[in-house]
Structure formats: structure tokens, C-alpha cells
């Protein structure tokens, strides 16, 4: 789901968020290439390297419209978490513009962006074929952890809404495993 890329890309955000020299983050009507380069040369936090969890889960999933059944297996799958560990090595936090900071998404653009003090706040608006899906953030991080909350609303088509609403934590677990 696309939605999945743009909590990933939000994660992104925040994982780049110790690479820099400067201090919080502003933007308007910004892309999101030029955003994630602003919070890179932040140096608003410095993420630790490590072992690092991150856990997802859909708190709220809204499709008016949708077949009985795939409504069903929908409900069934809301409130599962999603488990993902990483190991990130000092190598790629010294290196800003690698990885999933190379991750573009042309067809959306911060309206608003807030980063400063331990605290994210954001809003991004993608244009997506006919269709138009807005995301807002809020979270926390630190260098051993961030959470966020992710509510996106999208027009699947001209009779198809779409809300959602995700929360993402992570953590650092300790030296990298493997």
C-alpha cells in the first residue's frame, strides 16, 4: 500500500534527523527531497547505531463502499503489528544522502513540516493519478527512540474514501545482532 511507502519515508525523516550541524526545521510548500535534506543538515538529534525495532500497526482503517468480505479481512488484519528490526551502522548515519534518503516521492510535497526540541509535526499532500491522498504527522524522537502517528486520507476514486490511521514506534535495542 502506498500508504506504507509514505509512513516509511516519514520514518526516514526521522531517522536521518542526526546527520547535520544546525538546529529545528521549518518548511512550507516544500518537497520531500528538499525537506529530508533540511532535516539531515539539522543536526537536531543524533540517532545511536545499533539494532533498531520498528513496530506498525493500523489503529483505523475507514472505506466506506468496500465488498463484505474484503471489509472482513480488513478488520481482521487492523490493530496486527507489523515487526521490522534493522541493524543501522555508524557508516550510514555519516552518510546522509544514502540509502532511503535516495527514496524520492515526486508526486507529493510538505504543506507544512515542523521539526525542533524532540517533537515532529507534519502535513503532505500527494497527487496520485486521479485520486489525492493527504497524510499528517505527530511525534516524538530521540536518539534511542521515536514514535509517530500517521492519519491519511485518500480518495481511492470518485466513490471510494479512504481514512487510516497508523502508529509507528522505534527503538533501539542494543549493539547490532548479525
Not at 6 to 35: D, F, M, Q, R
Not at 50 to 66: A, C, F, N, S
Not at 135 to 164: H, I
Amino acid at each position: 500500500m502506498r500508504t506504507t511507502t509514505i509512513a516509511l519515508g516519514a520514518l526516514a525523516v526521522l531517522a536521518l534527523a542526526g546527520c547535520g550541524k544546525k538546529n529545528s526545521v521549518e518548511a512550507k510548500n516544500e518537497s520531500v527531497a528538499s525537506v529530508a535534506e533540511k532535516v539531515a543538515n539539522s543536526g537536531e538529534v543524533k540517532m545511536r547505531p545499533g539494532q533498531w525495532e520498528t513496530r506498525m500497526k493500523v489503529e483505523k482503517l475507514d472505506m466506506p463502499g468496500l465488498p463484505p468480505q474484503v471489509a472482513g479481512q480488513m478488520q481482521k488484519a487492523m490493530g496486527m503489528e507489523k515487526v521490522v528490526s534493522a541493524c543501522v551502522t555508524q557508516a550510514q548515519l555519516d552518510q546522509p544522502n544514502g540509502g532511503m534518503f535516495r527514496r524520492t516521492m515526486p508526486d507529493c510535497q510538505y504543506d507544512s513540516f515542523s521539526m525542533g526540541g524532540g517533537k515532529v509535526e507534519g502535513k503532505m499532500t500527494c497527487h496520485r493519478g486521479p485520486g489525492l491522498q493527504t497524510m499528517t504527522m505527530s511525534g516524538s524522537y530521540g536518539p534511542d527512540d521515536s514514535a509517530m502517528t500517521l492519519t491519511t486520507e485518500a480518495q481511492v476514486d470518485a466513490k471510494m474514501p479512504m481514512n487510516m490511521t497508523m502508529s509507528m514506534t522505534s527503538h533501539r535495542t542494543g549493539d547490532c545482532t548479525g
